[in-house]
């Protein structure tokens, strides 16, 4: 094989792994995961679940604070979690399908029942996050 055969191989080789890392650095960054939780994400998440912006109904079902309602919903700024395991994803997930079989109260509806866009349940999911992340 010639040399310059050889040095295009190479360079493509090299070009692939690249590309390789790349896409995998974009989608951590893109997989929603702690690191991707931003000031400007928990404040529209905020206006979220306290129904500013998206009709959110959070608040309703789990007190303006977060701290639930006897009987309804547990404490979302403890860290002690009733469904899944407190992770963003698991937040996302519960936020984005509800809980059809709680533990009490009555089921959570899907986006608690308001028609939330994929931006809304990853913002309110962080803003819950941050509820038992203060520190
Ligand atoms: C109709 C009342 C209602 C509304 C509205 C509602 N929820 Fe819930 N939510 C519940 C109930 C009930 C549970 C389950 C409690 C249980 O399993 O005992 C729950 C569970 C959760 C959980 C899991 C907490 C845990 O510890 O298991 C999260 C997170 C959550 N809701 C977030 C939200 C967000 C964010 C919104 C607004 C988009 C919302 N909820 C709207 C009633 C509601």
Do not use: E
Request: aromatic share 2%; glycine share 12%.
């Amino acid at each position: 094989m010639p040399v310059q055969r050889i040095t295009w191989l190479l360079g493509g080789l090299i070009l692939a792994a690249a590309t390789v890392s790349l896409q995998q650095s974009l989608q951590s960054s893109t997989n929603q995961d702690s690191t991707a939780i931003t000031p400007a994400l928990i404040a529209r998440g905020d206006s979220v679940f306290h129904g500013q912006v998206a009709s959110g109904t959070c608040s309703a079902c789990h007190g303006p604070d977060g701290t639930g309602i006897p009987g309804l919903t547990g404490d979302l700024t403890s860290r002690k979690r009733i469904n899944g395991d407190g992770s963003l994803r698991s937040l996302m997930q519960i936020v984005q399908d509800g809980v059809a079989n709680p533990k009490q109260g009555v089921p959570m509806p899907p986006s608690g029942g308001a028609s939330l866009t994929p931006p809304d349940i990853h913002a309110v999911a962080a803003y819950v996050y941050s509820l038992s992340h203060q520190r």
